[in-house]
């Protein structure tokens, strides 16, 4: 079965029955067989009760699939109500969806468009959400977030759209948010935030891949929180109100940011913020991106700010990323604010306070820039050392070290 059978809705039937009802899933036991499954659970050692129970996400998830695998059970979001292109609201098919499906279901969105009409949660753990060709548009400036607060839920696919009014800055005014450990959002397309398009906010083991983000009020990606274990690659972001994307930790998070590697994006169009910033955070790595068409700022900041009470900053490699067209004269004029007179990789410590310990040591290597307006580096804080380690993901296939 390919993607277009799926999205004609040749599931089998036997999956479309209602909330409750029809007959088992395929591989579910029957009532009675399942008590008495339960009562031989008991009578085993602990160990092999513990080794019945699911895993815990991983914390280097991989892709998803370009399409459902055969072997997992899929659902579409019409079984529980949603009708796309109508004028109805879908947030409770969503909720609804929820209660039925379980750890490792598909939830299909059907080609068209979805309503959102304030902010929702998806916290059943393992889930896909899948559904290239469908959008789910959020009518509410102030109340549009999708959360994703359940350990290894992945979404792939969708777009998703918000009507927006102004800046704003609550985790409800993102359009994305990642809270949970072993999440995935792959080929998403996010068009519009009255905050952060995509708001990493203490999630584990996090991936976003493929995505494109345009039209935010505030950064295109943010992470923040005490996030740790992440990989942000191959994403392209334009046009955001402020950082392009960021790694900030604040002294009132629970822990800095850790072992971040965000490498081979391209992000352009930056009119206010910086095209990549580590404002705060430990182990973080940047490498093979390219930033181009930032206008005020620079393109890559690796800073503490005492105005906005972050924390220091250690162990970051900058490598192999391209820089164009930094801070030009010529494109002054539609910039939305004063030049801050950045240099293209700037490296500083901010009105911080006595005894903040700043930036510490730092990589730098092999980042051409061209046709830009501003020095190449200014290193205001910090030391150069070959050795600083940048991300530390304990995986084999993606660490840095």
Request: aromatic fraction near 2%.
């Amino acid at each position: 079965m390919d993607a277009r059978d799926l999205m004609r809705g040749s599931v089998s039937q036997t999956r479309n029955h209602p909330i409750g009802t029809g007959p088992p899933r395929r591989g579910e036991a029957s009532p009675g067989l399942a008590a008495a499954l339960l009562l031989c659970c008991s009578l085993l050692p602990c160990d092999a009760q513990a080794a019945s129970l699911p895993l815990p996400p991983s914390l280097c998830p991989a892709a998803v699939p370009a399409q459902p695998p055969a072997a997992v059970q899929v659902w579409r979001i019409s079984d529980f109500g949603a009708v796309p292109d109508d004028d109805l609201p879908d947030d409770e098919a969503l909720r609804r969806a929820q209660a039925t499906l379980r750890p490792g279901d598909w939830l299909v969105f059907p080609p068209g468009r979805y309503l959102q009409a304030g902010s929702v949660a998806i916290d059943r753990p393992g889930l896909t959400l899948w559904g290239p060709g469908a959008t789910l548009q959020a009518l509410d400036p102030a109340d549009h977030a999708l959360l994703l607060q359940a350990d290894g839920v992945r979404l792939a696919g969708l777009t998703l759209t918000a009507r927006t009014d102004r800046r704003r800055d609550a985790p409800a005014q993102s359009r994305l948010v990642l809270q949970g450990a072993g999440q995935v959002v792959q080929q998403v397309r996010i068009e519009g935030a009255g905050a952060a398009g995509i708001l990493v906010l203490g999630a584990r083991g996090f991936l976003l891949s493929g995505n494109r983000i345009s039209a935010t009020l505030a950064d295109g990606i943010h992470v923040s929180g005490g996030s740790r274990q992440g990989r942000i690659e191959n994403n392209q972001v334009n046009d955001a109100g402020d950082d392009l994307i960021a790694v900030v930790s604040y002294e009132h998070d629970p822990a800095p940011v850790q072992d971040i590697l965000v490498r081979g994006n391209r992000v352009a169009g930056g009119r206010w913020g910086r095209g990549l910033a580590v404002v705060g955070g430990e182990r973080i790595t940047l490498e093979d991106n390219t930033v181009s068409d930032v206008l005020r700022a620079a393109g890559i900041l690796v800073a503490q700010e005492g105005p906005w009470r972050t924390r220091s900053v250690d162990q970051v490699r900058i490598e192999r990323n391209r820089l164009m067209r930094i801070g030009r004269p010529q494109d002054a004029a539609r910039a939305a604010g004063a030049p801050t007179g950045h240099a293209a990789i700037e490296v500083h410590r901010h009105e911080t306070p006595p005894g903040a310990a700043g930036i510490g040591r730092l990589h730098i290597g092999h980042n051409p820039v061209e046709d830009s307006g501003v020095p190449a580096l200014r290193l205001r804080d910090g030391r150069l050392d070959a050795g600083a380690s940048g991300a530390r993901l304990d995986c084999p296939a993606f660490s840095t070290r």
